[in-house]
């Protein structure tokens, strides 16, 4: 018996999540954006609140409001997302990454608006990487040999060279976090939609966990598996 109440799997744990795209400046006006809604990351903090998580949501640009009676920090480009996450992670127990973030950022950012101009060349955006977080998130929990749960999301279509399932466990090995939620993307699949499908990756091994519903539904058993990991770590 672990003492927590059954209808409460995450009583007492707190748990951070990262939702929405990031936005990575080019000049004061304009921005290289994605078209995550932050649909999925809302359902989970609601998912997780209701589990009895004290629930952090750091959100990037979202479509939809943040849920009742949750933590929210407000972020907007990748590198602020790691700064907050990195601090956030400390004393969490759980961290879900289902953040879309932006892999690529403007190397230069312009002070002023970009005008056009007709005695220059049109200009051409040059683009770093950005840090990959979850894999530093990983990183920092495994140096500091703590017990946390580290949770990914991933957003495959598969293509010539790999199908998405074999994406998502190259994936999963290369993250290092604990489970990693594979979304199949089509052309008008996910991004925006109310309606997703995914499997559960574990670093342990077990079986691929399918799951398809609401992104609520979705939600709810990702949360449920996180609480039966949980209880597996802390018996
Ligand atoms: N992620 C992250 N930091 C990044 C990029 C991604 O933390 N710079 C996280 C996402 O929040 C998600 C997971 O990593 O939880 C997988 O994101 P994805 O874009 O599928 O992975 P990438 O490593 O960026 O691979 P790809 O080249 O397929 O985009
Ligand atoms: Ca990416």
């Known amino acids: 018996d672990t003492g927590v109440p059954a209808h409460l799997p995450l009583a007492g744990r707190t748990v951070t999540i990262s939702a929405g795209g990031t936005r990575e400046p080019l000049d004061p006006v304009r921005f290289l954006g994605n078209r995550s809604s932050g649909k999925q990351g809302v359902a989970l903090a609601a998912a997780a609140r209701d589990a009895g998580a004290a629930v952090r949501l750091v959100a990037a640009h979202m479509e939809v409001p943040a849920p009742a009676g949750v933590e929210l920090i407000a972020v907007e480009t990748a590198l602020q997302l790691r700064e907050v996450m ?21 190397a230069e950012v312009s002070g002023s608006k970009i005008k056009k101009r007709d005695d220059t060349a049109d200009p051409v955006i040059t683009l770093v990487r950005n840090p990959d977080i979850l894999h530093e998130l990983v990183a920092v929990r495994d140096s500091a040999g703590s017990s946390q749960l580290v949770v990914g ?35 008008d699949k996910v991004f925006g939609q109310d309606h997703n499908s995914v499997v559960i990756l574990s670093r342990a091994g077990s079986e691929p966990q399918s799951a398809s519903g609401s992104k609520q539904d979705v939600a709810a058993i990702v949360i449920d598996r996180i609480g039966s990991e949980l209880s597996r770590v802390f018996p």
């Open 86 to 106: 990195l601090a956030a992670a400390a004393d969490s127990d759980v961290v879900i990454m289902a953040a879309a973030v932006a892999d690529f950022r403007p």
């Open 153 to 187: 999301f991933a957003a495959e279509t598969g293509d010539e060279l790999g199908d998405v399932l074999s994406y998502a466990e190259a994936k999963l090995k290369r993250k290092g976090c604990d489970l990693l939620v594979v979304n199949h993307v089509g052309a």
